[in-house]
């Protein structure tokens, strides 16, 4: 059976994109469902073709598609599949976007420049999603850009369990990699019970991805570092942290971060660092050239689960999750 059914014959059906299944599947297995039985495929143009194999009439629809590379073939997809739904009377169509793309672009630097992820919630909205359920966006303003429910749901607790199991607390500190994720790097450290640090940074305004590394504010000498980061994209930012950090007499550095992006080169940089363990969850799929024995990557099916029942169920969702927060 691919859909749930509850009082009120209710049903709820789950759809996965082509760019992340595996995630998709795992989430199913939680609710108990199956995936509905899709024909995807491309034409010899790079044309997008989506048909679903079962009615969707009246149903709960929930849309998993992560946006990892490369990123405008998935969200094109996504956008076609909720065209799809739309077309085909889905009484309600939620997209489970794990990873945001274009998360990043959430304001004007300098003129002349995009909005690009208000853009892609209006292009959202425009193709018929109701509501946006996503994981550790780069902005908090991006829920605002989406005319409609956006569930903001994290992946902290699931990524200071698995530090707390594996670092004694005594001799943490959580570092944040640059100014701008100090928010993210206390609440790290209010859930840890631990100091804070700060990687001081500048970046190269001719060249992308090129940072140069200041200062620490913080003590770090003798510690067990933990940089936490919400992405993780080539690797220059957190690597060079990373050797700021051991250049400050740090006795171990772990990384984490909810979403492993690792565009190249970040394959040579993660395995070249002196970096211990690298934890990412499965927002996105691990690209195939990384293979790091130091890599951990957790699961977020258990939490996309429970924020896609409470929705379905008419729960609330900032309950259940806004002690992550």
């Known amino acids: 059976m691919t859909g749930i059914k509850t009082t009120g014959q209710k049903k709820l059906m789950l759809f996965s994109g082509r760019a992340h299944p595996d995630l998709a599947k795992e989430v199913a297995d939680e609710l108990g ?32 598609q992560s946006h990892t590379a490369p990123v405008n073939k998935w969200i094109m997809e996504q956008l076609i599949m909720i065209d799809a739904m739309k ?10 976007i794990p990873f945001y793309g274009y998360a990043r672009q959430d304001k ?29 966006l780069h902005a908090d303003q991006v829920q605002g850009y989406f005319d409609g429910p956006v569930d903001h749901l994290f992946a902290l607790p699931l990524l200071t369990e698995y530090i707390s199991g594996r670092v004694d607390r005594d ?30 940074k500048r970046r190269d305004p001719n060249v992308a991805n090129r940072v140069s590394v200041h200062e ?4 770090v000498k003798d510690r067990v570092c933990v940089l936490v980061d919400d992405m993780v994209d080539t690797g220059g930012t957190i690597c060079a942290a990373a050797e700021a950090l051991f250049a400050n007499g740090a006795a171990d550095v772990i990384v984490a971060a909810t979403h492993g992006v690792l565009s190249d080169p970040a394959a040579d940089r993660l395995k070249n660092s002196k ?13 195939g050239q990384i293979d790091l024995d130091k890599i951990t990557v957790l699961s977020l099916a258990p939490t996309i689960a429970r924020a896609v029942r409470e929705v379905f169920e008419d729960g609330s969702v900032t309950s259940l999750f806004e002690e992550q927060a």
């Open 171 to 200: 001799r943490l500190t959580v570092v944040s990699p640059d100014a701008g994720r100090v928010r993210v790097a206390d609440r790290w450290g209010d859930r840890l019970g631990a100091p804070l640090a700060i990687v001081h």
């Open 33 to 64: 469902v199956s995936l509905v039985p899709t024909t995807a495929r491309d034409f010899a143009n790079g044309e997008i073709y989506i048909r679903y194999q079962e009615s969707v009439r009246g149903a709960d629809c929930f849309l998993m």
């Open 108 to 136: 004007k630097h300098l003129g002349r420049e995009p909005i690009s992820a208000r853009l892609m919630a209006d292009l959202f909205k425009t193709a018929g999603a109701d509501r946006i359920i996503s994981v550790d």
């Open 275 to 287: 970096v211990s363990e690298f934890v990412f969850t499965n927002s996105l799929p691990t690209p």
């Open 87 to 96: 077309r085909a009377s889905a009484r309600s169509i939620s997209v489970v």
């Open 216 to 219: 620490v504010v913080g003590t």
